[in-house]
């Protein structure tokens, strides 16, 4: 296995030093963590340059290169549908190549200072300003959010005895209420790791999951149950969020306890 380990690494080396004129003496691929199941994830670097130049995404086993080409078509939607002013935040991606029988996918290296899960005012608040940007951007429709509504999208949690009254008490917080919210493109994995600040400018990676279709501030939400204080002590940003959004202030109060809960639900979720 490790000889042929070797073999593939030397054959991405040789792929790299055709497109982009590096000899292969040259060019060293750093594995790193991150990439989940099916993936391997690379950093390239030339010896001329002391940061990477490229990300690559190797499927582990030939059953993942629908996954691999999956991610990368996923990134490419994104920086094709998003408007000028978006487009800059995210990566470019380059090229998807089969080497012996696995996908590789090559995509632009994101530099920059790492969001954190305790990051200041100023920094969250960029983080949230592009949040809003993108998510209207991607509005795709709307939806009443009704209670029938409510229990039918709360059903993933029912019959698990530690969260029924979770469930009944987001019905009873929602009452008869009938109200139309956008339904939103999202990108799927919001969180701090996968934001990086570049100056003025921000990026962020990891596309895999962008086009999942839900209500407002999904994306938000799972931003910040991975912050300092979670839900309960940003409950502003939700509210200013929904404002941007002018969904009616009678139910942004109601609605952040709801969210306060569903963060309850996914912890006991994350438990079991």
Known sequence: KNHSFLFMIQSIKNKLSEKYGIKTSELDLVK???GGTG???FFAFSSHQETPFLCIKLSSLECYNDLIKSEFNSLASAKNSLPDNLKTSV???LELANINGHL???EEFVSGRQASAQMDSRDLKKTFDWLCQFHKANIVGKKAVSKEFLNEVLSKYKLRDITDNYVLEILEIWGDRSVEM???KQHGDFHFANVFFQSKALKVIDWANYGKVVLPAYDLVFFLRRQKGGIEANKKMIIDYFSYFSISEEILEPWVKILSIVEKLEKCLRKK
């Open 91 to 93: 990566p470019n991606p």
């Open 182 to 184: 956008p339904i939103i």
């Open 32 to 34: 790193t963590r991150g």
């Open 104 to 106: 590789i996918a090559l």
């Open 39 to 41: 993936k391997i994830l």
